[in-house]
């Protein structure tokens, strides 16, 4: 077998990658679009996609979308119609893990958007917290003297613009209450999020941190890398890792689940990572690195139109 090697994807190989998938699995910004603009090509070539039979889902590590509104980003920007069934968030998947890990009646405390709340209420679980805090007295020292709610057993920490001081205190309170009987869940690690032109802001994994810091101990990540983002899919989809494709902008998240799952992967250049990095990663003698290497590279999904006989 020896250690991963990244070709380019094109001409008869395509051809044959794609022909032997029958599942093809789609992060979303950086491959599909960029912001609110479609990747030029990116929709045709999906259209084609759904044509040929082949089932398209779409993982993405954001939390600040329901995925009711992912089915209609994807309509608005031309991509083939999908069901929010096929639509496998970090903020739906957070909510599916804590339906299954918590005692029925059981509530969270949630660092969250919206429509990461929204995910909990689909599922039936009883949330507190998103929008701002409100600061439970004039210093830190009055917060705990606050009152609790009873039924928090756990803290979900997700895409938060009103994430605060105030916040953190409260999730520690319910953490140092519950102690390992209260669940720490974070939707994803990522640490910063591109803007173009080279800026940036602070990602989810920054909040995450925060809480781990505070509290002492380490969250149950749903998103990628994590494979729980696949077993979301699989347990939705009768998929084989084998007739499966992950296509990535991302080397430790999207390319790291992709090939710990055992599926086919498939870099993008249309986002966030360059071919050095690739390289880097392949030349590097530390294993750690060798699993970020993607199986294929593409400079955009729209490069697959020709394969998809075109
Ligand atoms: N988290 C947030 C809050 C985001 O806005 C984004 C991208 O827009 C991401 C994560 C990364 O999403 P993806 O996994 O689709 O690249
Ligand atoms: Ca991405």
Known sequence: DGPRRCRRLEGEAARAVLANADTLLFDCDGVLWRGEAAVSGAAAVLGKLAAAGKRLCYVTNNSGRTRAAYTEKLRRLGFPPAEPRHIFSSAFCAARYLRQ???PGAAAYVLGSAALAAELEAVG????GPGPA???GPAPADWVAAPLDPAVRAVLVGFDEHFSYAKLCQALRY????????LLVGTNRDHRLPLEGGAGIPGTGCLVKAVETAAQREAFIVGKPNRFMFDCVAAEFPVDPARTIMVGDRLDTDI???NSCGLTTLLTLSGVTALDEVRGC??????ARHSLVPDYYVDSIADLLPALGE
């Open 175 to 182: 953490l140092l209450r519950g102690g390992p009987d209260c």
């Open 134 to 136: 409100a600061l439970p």
């Open 125 to 128: 679980i009883p949330h507190l």
């Open 256 to 258: 790291l689940m992709g």
């Open 282 to 287: 392949q030349d590097s003698s530390c294993a």
């Open 101 to 103: 890990a918590l005692p």
